[in-house]
């Protein structure tokens, strides 16, 4: 059964740093990526960042320039390097690991908080 973990959530200053990490456990990587996204209080879920086989990665307009996702593949984890946080940016954050031949299998993790507030 496919597992995910997410960490490295907490209370941060406007202007400050946090690394998120998802740990991904009995998953064969493929071409449809792991993703991140986050839910703030009252609000949908949305999308945030993705990191494809090969490297390749996409971020939502808000934190483009801010946000690195990244991933270290023997460790079987994905990070979220979030700098410049924002009060905007508070919300929970969930990783999204995808597979299957049409990409429609999504196993999400059980999602990380995130605050920022001075």
């Known amino acids: 059964q496919v597992q995910l973990a997410e960490s490295g959530g907490g209370l941060v200053q406007p202007g400050g740093s946090l690394r998120l990490s998802c740990t991904v456990l009995r998953f064969t990587s493929g071409p449809c990526g792991k993703h991140w996204y986050r839910q703030a209080a009252g609000k949908q879920r949305e999308w945030v960042s993705s990191?494809?086989?090969?490297?390749?990665?996409s971020y939502a307009d808000p934190v483009q320039g801010r946000f690195t996702v990244s991933e270290d593949k023997a460790k079987g984890t994905v990070y979220l390097q979030m700098n410049s946080l924002k009060t905007e940016d508070t919300a929970m954050y969930f990783c999204?690991?995808?597979?299957?031949?049409?990409?429609?299998?999504?196993?999400w993790g059980q999602g990380t908080q995130v605050t920022v507030s001075s």
């Open positions: 990191i494809r086989t090969g490297g390749s990665t």
């Open positions: 999204k690991a995808v597979s299957g031949s049409f990409c429609t299998n999504n196993y």
